[in-house]
């Protein structure tokens, strides 16, 4: 009988779990067991989900463990997870029952070391160098008097209270203030917001876009400063075409802001220097310079006035440079009536050849010649070609006699009007023309009186006016016509009164 029973097997009667206890249970025993513990480890994969929570691997050579920052928790780290950095993570052990796996639910973490940190900003120094961020054909000039500055930094720290000290010593400016986190989580994407910020504003709207940005913070540890060493952040600053001033820490700190920036200052307050000159020394120098534009000016002048008073002294007086003018002047003009009637002589003598050459008579005479020796030999030629171009002779003859008495009377015309025109000119530079305008000649006799002296030694004087002669003293005697003396007779300017 007891053969065809068999015996119980070993766990037959142990209690039954669900999987949902079996996974509470777990949950306790590992969170009992390890409440808090610190891990060093190697920062793996990494998301950052919409939620704000980090979930991450830390690891070593051998083993894997998924971590989880929460986001509250996130926001306060020192610095950003990133894969491949080293660090050492607090927190406490506990299982997520929907994947059956444990995890760390990370409530601080830190680099592993300094050495760690550098390691990873030399790399991304490197990966951000070869993309051409740090060069120096990037980097704008700092514009020498920027009428806005924008400065983003922290608005309490003691930042932005030196910055606008040092610009109210220097040169009072405009300044926008663009308020960031300079410490944390926060830091990087605001900063970077800031400089971006800046950028968007629209030249002359209602807030004026800055003509220089100034990045800001105070000195610090190496992950203090380090929301200044995120890509986010060097990107912006490499793109910002507003020029920018880095001033991160104090000057023994880098960040690599300070590679992408156009200027590094080692301190905000250095910023602010290098940002706007002093005022009083600008001035200083615009006056400076005034009084040698001045001085300049005053010396130059002088020396073209004593240079125009040398030229001046070498130069002939103006009374010498007409005396030879007028002496010419005044022969010509002694000369001009006598070379006028000449003129006019040859002239008429010329237009006589002229006319008497052309005279009809002559050309009648000249015919009847030519008409006669032409009959005399008529007898000996044959009557009808001797006709035809006797027909044509006397064509031709009367055509050029046409001509002939047409020339003469035009060139009669020209020389008549010439003559006319020289006789005008004549009596014009007469003294009988200025007689006309109110003057007089004084006669002794046939001679003319031209001074006081020989009026006084003459027998009788006789005045001569435009319509005649009057003897002087004689306040009777008729005014006596007289005939137009040639012009030679009164060409002396003195004996006009």
Known sequence: MSDLIDDPREGENAPEFSVSELSGAIKKLIEGTFSHVRIRAEIGRVSFPRSGHVYLDLKDDKSVISGVIWKGV???????????????????????????????????????????????????????????????????????????????TSPSGAVIRDILHRLRDRFPSKVLIWPVAVQ????????????????????????????????????????????????????????????????????????????????????PTAAAELAVPVRLELMGWTDEQGARLTRALTQSITQRGQRLRDLARAMPRIETLLDSPRQRLDRAAEKLPDALRRSVDTRRLKLTEAAASLRPTNL?????????????????????????????????????TQRFATAASTQTKSLKDRLDHLDRLRLTLGYEATLERGYAVVWDGDAVVTSAKAAAKAAALEIQFADGRHSAGATAKPVRKTAKPSSSDASDQGSLF
């Open 364 to 400: 009648r005479r000249a015919v009847e010649a030519k008409r006669e020796a032409l009959g005399r030999r008529a007898d000996r030629l044959s009557l009808r070609p001797i006709e035809r171009d006797i027909a044509v002779k006397k064509d031709q003859l009367a055509a050029l």
């Open 184 to 267: 944390g989580e926060k830091c990087a994407p605001e900063v970077a917001r800031g400089i971006e910020g800046f950028n968007a504003l629209t030249p002359g709207g209602a807030l004026p876009r800055p003509d220089l940005i100034i990045v800001a913070r105070g000195g610090g540890s190496v992950e203090d400063l380090w929301g200044f060493n995120e890509e986010i952040v060097v990107r912006a600053a490499a793109a910002s075409d507003i020029p920018l001033i880095s001033a991160v820490g104090h000057e023994t700190d880098t960040t690599l802001i300070d590679f992408a920036s156009d200027k590094r200052a080692p301190t």
């Open 74 to 152: 996130a926001s306060r780290l020192p610095m950003r997870p990133e894969e491949g950095m080293e660090v050492v993570a607090t927190g406490r052990l506990t299982t997520f029952g929907g994947q059956s796996k444990y995890q760390i639910v990370i409530e601080d973490m830190k680099p592993a070391g300094v050495g760690a940190l550098m390691a990873m900003l030399e790399k991304r120094k490197a990966q951000l160098s070869a993309e051409g961020l740090f060069d120096q054909s990037r980097k704008q000039p700092i514009p020498y008097l920027p009428s806005v500055i924008g400065v983003v």
